[in-house]
């Protein structure tokens, strides 16, 4: 029987597993394993499935602008409805916005548990079924408390999705490409958006039926439906393979991902070096013997961990760098675009609702073209400077509205409402992909599903922080809210200058290394 020649030592014809002689993997295993999509092909799959599983994530996220004030939405849920005899309705509208994320956030902490026993398709695909099962109960609702539950649900989908999706496809991406390919998916955050936007549009002339808001919320079940199917088509992880043990699976897919035989060098060289990173991070040279029960046990421990590996810096800083995304200000504008152009600009620029809700649209797709730009510059600017350029021009762009804010006049409404555009391009360049790109790069194999759960998790929280503050803090300090953003930006700026290591160009093995040397 053939064997490949797989073992810690390319030029050894054996490896010791608990001891013993192990030969090399048997080339008919590896073969029995082969994939039929290989090349190009399987990476422009994996970029489909990943990219829709952000489409739908951004789709949610900007379904509910315009449905705030859509009128049957608010005839069956007048608790959103915020006017002169119900000022406390700010807060309950934020509240069934918000309470989304609550279930995103339970959904990404679940992944500390489920994440790495499932596997990454496995868990992508539980989490399309949740936010089905969700969306359905949306769509449905006749009760304040049901679409509320109904959020919850669906958020708890999306949070195992946004947590795992992004490593998964990091880690089947090649280093020369990883950064464009994944800041693909962020790009398609927006695009989500962008759609959402159009078809609350659409529906918005369906005024006299409830199929105004039902319909839009409905359409991210197609989404749901692409992404679990496309991903019973594609491999896993071929470095979760090799964390549990499944090396022959692992080979044919690093195999089909460079489109080149078994036997090929540079297959061999992309093993070695996945498998002594896990050889490294379990501390043994057996990576094999008890490995679940001793990940189980371990890995949440190990993030708060220091020594070469610096887990809990590395963990840490996928927390901060998604806490950073939420704190901008984005989703002043992703959730609240129809709201603050209705209400904020109606008395001075004249808008009607139709008025609005075009602006809205344009605003998300200039958005999502907007972000196209980080595609190209991500492997060539780098990381750190594309975050440090986001947050100086986001800075800026929200003093410019505060100061816009407290002068009265149509001119200034105008130059405000032009100011979202600009803050939207600023943060699609800088911020958008980085967040889900930067945490999936930072931290070592054997804490990369409990970290980017975590770095999720951070996401959500503060996600929820803002949508649920921004309501009651427009009507109670008005154009001071964006002073509180201009001074969160500015504070990013340092943070990233003094503790964000570049990691553009770098295999996901080379960080291990980086960091370690950084420690020595």
């Not at 594609?234 to 044919?252: C, N, Q, T």
Request: hydrophobic share 45%; glycine share 8%; proline share 3%.
């Amino acid at each position: 029987m053939a064997t490949l020649n797989v073992g810690p030592n390319a030029n050894e014809k054996t490896r010791m597993k608990n001891g013993r002689s192990d030969p090399g993997i048997p080339e008919e295993d590896v073969q029995r394993h082969a994939l039929s999509l290989r090349g190009s092909t399987l990476t422009a799959s994996l970029a489909f499935v990943a990219g829709t599983g952000f489409t739908l994530f951004g789709y949610d996220q900007g379904v509910m602008s315009a449905l705030l004030t859509a009128g049957q939405f608010e005839r069956v849920f007048p608790q959103v409805v915020v006017d002169a005899s119900h000022p406390n309705h700010a807060t309950l509208q934020s509240f069934v916005v918000a309470i989304y994320e609550i279930g995103c956030l339970i959904g990404a902490l679940s992944n500390l548990w489920v994440g790495d026993r499932l596997g990454r398709r496995k868990t992508i695909f539980v989490g399309g079924c949740i936010m089905i099962v969700g969306a359905i109960l949306q769509a449905t609702s006749y009760s304040y408390g049901q679409l509320v539950v109904a959020r919850i649900i669906t958020g708890l989908g999306n949070g195992l999705n946004t947590s795992t999706v992004p490593s998964y496809h990091a880690e089947c991406s090649p280093a020369s490409k990883r950064g464009s390919l994944i800041m693909i998916e962020g790009s398609l955050i927006t695009f989500g958006i962008m759609i959402s936007c159009w078809v609350d549009f659409a529906l918005y002339w369906a005024s006299g039926s409830s199929a105004q808001w039902r319909v839009p919320i409905a359409l991210q079940i197609v989404l749901a439906l692409v992404m679990i199917f496309g991903i019973g088509f594609l491999p896993e992880s071929p470095r979760w393979l090799v964390k549990h043990g499944r090396d022959a699976e692992a080979v044919a897919v690093i195999s089909a991902l460079d489109d080149k035989p078994f036997s090929d060098p540079e297959v061999q060289r992309t093993y070695h070096a996945i498998r002594e990173a896990v050889e490294i991070e379990e501390g043994s040279q057996d990576i094999y013997a008890n490995k679940e029960a001793k990940s189980s046990r371990s890995q949440l421990r190990e993030l708060f961990t220091s020594g070469r590996t610096q887990n809990f810096r590395r963990a840490s800083l996928g927390v901060i760098n998604q806490c950073f995304q939420q704190i901008t200000g984005i989703n002043l504008i992703t959730y609240y675009a129809v709201s603050l152009l209705s209400h904020c600009c109606s008395n001075s620029l004249g808008l009607s609702d139709v008025t609005s809700r075009i602006i809205a649209a344009a605003n998300g797709t200039e958005y999502f073209l907007a972000s196209l730009i980080a595609i190209f510059l991500i492997d060539r600017v780098g990381r750190r400077k594309l975050m440090l350029f986001g947050a100086v021009g986001q800075c800026l762009t929200m003093v410019l509205l505060a100061v816009l804010g407290s002068v009265k006049g149509s001119g200034a409404q105008v130059t405000s409402s032009v100011l979202l555009f600009v803050f939207n391009s600023f943060f699609a360049v800088g911020w958008l992909g980085m967040t889900w790109l930067y945490p999936a790069e930072i931290v070592g194999l054997r804490i990369r599903a409990p970290a980017n759960a975590l770095s999720t998790a951070s996401n959500w929280i503060f996600n929820f922080m803002v949508v649920m503050v921004t309501g009651p803090s427009f009507n109670n300090i008005s154009w001071g809210t964006y002073i509180v953003f201009a001074a969160l930006n500015a504070f990013i700026i340092p943070v990233v200058y003094f503790f964000f290591p570049e990691t553009a160009g770098r295999s996901l093995e080379d960080m291990d290394v980086i960091f370690a040397l950084a420690y020595n």
